[in-house]
């Protein structure tokens, strides 16, 4: 299959590397398909996935590369333009006329245009008695103004959206009462253009206490659903009358209220995710040694201190004086096109490569319960735990633990001088003088805490040391630009391109390497039958060859390019093998 990244055009996200000029007699030795993928680096545009070739069922997708994921990438202040091409894909599929109804729909479905529409493909007369007959009054689009202020409260967040401006005319208004009341918040007399209500209930209020009451939601960070101040009075206010009450206060609580609608836009939506990472930004005060120095930085921040962190500095020759950098959240907005799933995702703004459902880095071939479980386990205590079951024991005279330090089973309580058997416990006394306890029990107690130890243990260097070695990668990739930079300078032989392949080595490396780190909490897991027996049996056949890749790395030239390519493309293979078999 052939895949090919253009800027704006539809495309798969994936970093697979090319390897199809290798020797026929090898690709008939592995006859899966070679896939191709070219990269533009521009990372301010949106990305959009696709295919060439008629491939709409995901499963048949899935099976060419199981990490294939299509989705988009936007800046929080687009949810306008998503909200937008999500309502008029609706109102287009179902002849509407009118936005609210797209809105009212796309709720009552997570936001999720793709399953609104198979609801609706399978039986369109039931589906629109369902949610448009007016007999029908817990489902009908005419179900309450209340209703109405939560649908149009998503619009126009940032910006005038098309199906905004289209709808805005039936928008809950901010109503000016024309006589002088009381506000019973405050409890002054307050002039007409002073008080405030809601058209839906008239409970009438201070302009100052509308804001104070906004401004301490807001300070809550408890959605933006705002209900009115009346007590036992539940109409919600719209984001209109909520950003007319705002008009005095600082813009910052403005945008956080701002950032508080999309990200209930987010959390009800099934096909959208919060990008988690964070983006390092040049302290704003930094001085140059001079006035044309200039320095682009970019860092990508981990998410958790086992997966390596990433940076490239793009520096000049002039010397500059840095001062500490600060960071920011990302903020970016997913926006899937295939059904939810645990599928990696890059965000072109910050680098962060992430699962899209539960936003911690990418887990393949674990799902994500697997991962939450393994995580847990390596950040409590209970493995110190299991520690002091196996090597120590409470003296059966005194209680005080006790440590075994030594082979003999012959114990003495340096507290109580009580004498007893480590292996069943009795006195010694009783016990008699033989070493040979003829009471031991096997599989007692104590031997399966250590045996569950030592597989925890057993796993769990493994993890570590695949955690290690992506570190040292990283230092491969320098010494990699260096060796090349030196040789090309030094006019060894080869230009950039004929070098080009370490490079792509080390990134199939770096990704093989990944995926082994997580094939360990999977296995651990895994039930002990001919399904694990398998996966251990891909997994060794992987690890074998990413360790003869990263041997053949340390010391490598020209003549080389040959044999490295086979072996990158060997170790690509067996990652994709394992990923199509256990990865769901």
Known sequence: MSVQLNLGDKLYINDEKSTEDLDQNYDDDYDDEDDQYNYDDDHNNNYICDSEGEMDDDNDIFQIDPEIFEYEIYPMNKIDSILDKKCEKILNALNLDDPLDSLYLLKQFNWNPKTLLEVYNKDKSSFLLTYFSDDNNNNSKKSSSIHKNKLVSYLNIYSESQIGSRIKKDAVKCKNIPVESYCNICCSSRTSSEMLSLDE???????????????????????????????????????????????????????????????DLVNESEDLQICPGELVIKAKNSIPSTPKTHVSHFKLISTVTSTPTVSFNFKSTSPVTELPQETKKCDSIVWIKNK?????????????????????????????????????????DSETRNYLLVHTQDCPKCKVCIEKNGGCSHMTCNRCKHEFCWVCGNDWKTHGPT?????????????????ALNRYTHYYHRWINHSNSLKFEKALREQCQLKITEKIMNKEGGTLVDWEFLTEAVDILTKARYTLQYTYPYAYYLESNEVKMLFENIQAELEREVENLSHSLEKVNLN?????????????????????????
């Open 435 to 451: 070493y040979d306890c003829n009471r031991y029990k096997g599989n007692s107690e104590q031997d399966t805490a250590r045996e």
């Open 201 to 263: 209930c008239g409970h009438l209020f201070c302009t100052e206490c509308w804001q104070m009451h906004f401004e301490s939601l807001i300070g809550n960070s408890s959605g933006h659903f705002f209900e009115c101040m009346q007590t036992k009075c539940n109409v919600v206010a719209g984001k209109d009358f909520v950003l007319k009450c705002l008009e005095n206060t600082d813009s910052n609580r403005i945008e956080k209220y701002k950032k508080l609608v999309v990200l």
């Open 340 to 380: 939810p799933s645990a599928k990696r995702v890059v965000c072109t703004t910050c680098e962060t490569q992430f699962c899209f459902l539960c936003s911690t880095p990418y887990h393949a071939p674990n799902n994500c319960s697997t991962i939450r479980k393994w995580n847990l386990k390596c950040q409590d």
């Open 560 to 584: 080389d390019k040959f044999n490295i390519k086979i072996q990158m493309s060997i170790v690509e293979k067996r990652r994709k093998t394992l990923l199509k078999d256990f990865f769901q």
